[in-house]
């Protein structure tokens, strides 16, 4: 059985899509392969393992002469790594999965990538994300996409008709006899929560109700003290952070509506119940400089639970959402499009549903874990086989 070293800094405990895509190809991948992982565990001192992570790749390698593959699972290994070009002749791939090959800094644009760029292989999660990279002067012949996947498991949970009472005494959100769209995911601006806020949700009918989840609360004293930089430099600190840029102007524009509700982190157990009783999922990105949306596993988590989704039709969503397969391809930033498709489908439930079941389908059979990690393997075949044989 052939050895492979995964090195990454997103991995569970912690959550978020990343960690979930770090996890499953690893798990994807031992049924193939003999493991070697190095990966950063929540609680760590974070600076500590990036500067003990030398020591460790080396001392991996010393002690496990047989790997034949090094897998960096995104751009902040792949630059945190790039002595290892000199160090070893086993074939390297890295993971790029969006920010992590446009972060706006001159340094790492002009610096860092050209040599990230040497590497035997890149694996892009979506088209977009691959044209990013050749962009910047990759090898379109190494340069390859094997996009995320999502849980399928997630559309196997029963449906739990308590949750609109949960939501009522918890949330005190009363949603009987409404309709519902839901949306999830940090604050960021590239998301268009608050460009939703402020341009379709006023003009919705009254009896439309709008559920956001994800991270949202007071900043904390390292963000307020980030926001006091001058923008230039602010943003670019809010983007490395994953800092929520947008969390004021949403919070603001949620206060002023009452059929907006914004739930901040719930638990796994009431999203995945939350996602089941929205009648649409949507996902308004607009284009922010040096920030692009990678993939949208958010999409493909609501199609699994039986919700249509209307995305914007732009960067790496376009590879989660296809556009009359598992979704709607909506024009980024036109808020009649949004506010009349809405309307549309709400309209008439017979046809959604009919659209949500073939969407599920569709997710189902396209996005599991097991076709991402199939590609991985696929890819990593080829390159090591290419490898002479005494490696």
């Known amino acids: 059985m052939r050895e492979i070293l995964c090195i990454t800094h997103k991995y569970p405990p912690t959550i978020g899509g990343m960690e979930k895509q770090s996890f499953e190809l690893i798990a994807g991948l031992s049924k193939y392969y003999k493991m070697h992982v190095i990966a950063y565990q929540n609680g760590e001192n974070k600076v500590l393992w990036f500067s003990l992570l030398k020591s460790k790749i080396e001392t991996c390698l010393k002690e496990n002469p047989n790997i034949k593959l090094i897998h960096l699972n995104d751009g902040a290994m792949a630059a945190a790594c790039l002595w290892l070009q000199k160090y070893t002749d086993i074939p390297i791939v890295a993971t790029y999965h969006g920010l992590d090959i446009t972060f706006p800094l001159g340094f790492f644009q002009n610096s860092l ?89 006023p003009r919705l009918d009254e009896n439309i109700v709008f559920l956001m989840i994800g991270p949202l609360g007071e900043p904390t004293f390292s963000q307020k003290a980030v926001n006091t930089l001058p923008e230039n430099i602010s943003s670019k600190i809010q983007l490395m952070l994953g800092t929520p840029s947008d969390a004021a102007d949403v919070a603001e524009l949620a ?137």
């Open 113 to 201: 990538i050209p040599k990230m760029r040497n590497y035997n292989a890149s694996i892009c999660v979506s088209a977009y994300t691959r044209e990013q990279c050749l962009n910047r002067g990759f090898d379109a012949e190494t340069t390859r996409v094997a996009r995320n996947g999502v849980d399928t498991s997630m559309g196997d949970i029963a449906f739990d008709p308590a949750i609109k009472a949960r939501l009522k005494e918890r949330y005190g959100i009363d949603i009987e006899g409404k309709n519902v769209i839901i949306t999830t995911g940090r604050a960021v601006k590239r998301k268009g929560f608050s460009w939703f806020l402020r341009n379709v949700m």
């Open 255 to 391: 206060a002023t509506n009452t059929n907006v509700h914004h739930l901040g982190s719930v638990p796994y157990k009431d999203l995945v119940q939350l996602l089941s009783i929205a009648d649409l999922f949507v996902m308004p990105n607009i284009h922010v400089d040096g920030d692009i949306e990678g993939f949208g596993l958010v999409a493909l988590e609501a199609s699994i639970r039986k919700t249509f989704v209307l995305a914007s039709g732009i960067e790496g969503i376009t590879d989660a959402v296809i556009d009359g397969e598992n979704g709607i391809h909506m024009p980024s930033g036109n808020a009649d499009a949004w506010i009349n498709k809405i309307h549309e489908l709400l309209q008439d439930k017979t046809r959604l549903k009919a659209l949500s079941e073939k969407a599920c389908e569709y997710t189902r059979k396209h996005y599991s874990w097991g076709v991402m990690v199939e590609r991985y393997r696929e890819i990593f075949e080829e390159i090591m086989e290419k490898q002479p044989s005494n490696r």
